[in-house]
Every structure is written in structure tokens, then in C-alpha cells.
């Protein structure tokens, strides 16, 4: 049991990125093509940045900003799937692992769907844990706010850590 004495821990994470210069955007380690890239320290991946978020919410132990900050920069440019993984040690250290994970990607463009299956292998790998504990989908802003007019993307996650 955990401190508090339950066997699991929930977190929810959210990332945001604009969009600038670039052929491609990064989404849950994947390199999908689109006609424009993000503005971002590191890949800027908002799927894994929102998990790691939501990942390290749930060991209390701050957020990706905390952990990878944009002023180091041994981050500049990093691979966004090494964040996840250190996420996922730090939870194991402590006696924790993924129970499931369900991302939501909000954009107009890129299309999501035809990477998710992708992204989900991918996840489930960095996080040793079975591809039917992670979820991907996708949806739009209707148009509406910063995403709906196709300035950035953005995403939110949420997780369950069980006591492994």
C-alpha cells in the first residue's frame, strides 16, 4: 500500500505547443508530416508531455518543467520518448507502474487517426505495459480558440498508477 493506503494514484496532465517552421509535428514518438512544425525546447511532443505530466502527477513529484527544464539545455531538441521513460523508472523506484493511460489530441490538423495505432505501440514499450492500457484519440476545437484557427495543438492526458 501506499502512504495514503490505496493501491493506486491518478493524474492528468495537459501540454500545449504553437505552431511555427517545419514539415512535421511529433505525437506519441511518431513523426507525422504536416505543413507545419512546433515551437518547443525539446521535440515538443504534446501527447508524451501531457502523459509525463499526468504521470508525474500522480507520484506527486511536479511537473516536466520540473524535471526537464527548457533552460537546460541538454533537453534542446530531445526525444520526448526519454522523458517518458524516466517517468516510467520513477514510478517503478517507488513501487508504482501504468495501470492504462487515455490521451486526448486536440487539433484541426494533423490528422491523428491514421497514427495512433503507432503511437500506442510505442507508448506501451517505453512503458512496459500491454498496448490495451493505452489509449489515443483524437478530436477538434470546432474551430473555436487557438487550436480551432490552427495556431498550435494540444493535448490532454489522464493515468492510473497501480502498486506494482
Known sequence: ??????????????????????DHVMLGGVRVPHDRGVIAHSD????IHALCDA???ALALGD???HFPPSDERWK?????AFLRHCDALA??????????DVTVVCERPKVGPHAQTMRELLAQDLS???DAISIK?????KLGFTGRSEGIAAMAVCLLVKS
Not at 495514503?4 to 517545419?22: K, N
Not at 531538441?77 to 520518448?81: E, F, V
Not at 517503478?92 to 493511460?101: S, T
Open 1 to 22: 500500500m501506499s502512504s495514503t493506503g490505496v493501491p493506486f494514484r491518478v493524474g492528468q496532465g495537459y501540454d500545449v505547443h504553437a505552431f511555427g517552421e517545419g
Open 44 to 47: 515538443g511532443d504534446v501527447v
Open 55 to 57: 504521470m508525474l502527477g
Open 64 to 66: 516536466i518543467g520540473k
Open 77 to 81: 531538441g530531445a526525444d520526448s520518448r
Open 92 to 101: 517503478r523506484e517507488r513501487g508504482w507502474q501504468l495501470g492504462n493511460a
Open 129 to 131: 505495459v500491454d498496448i
Open 138 to 142: 483524437a478530436t477538434t476545437s470546432e
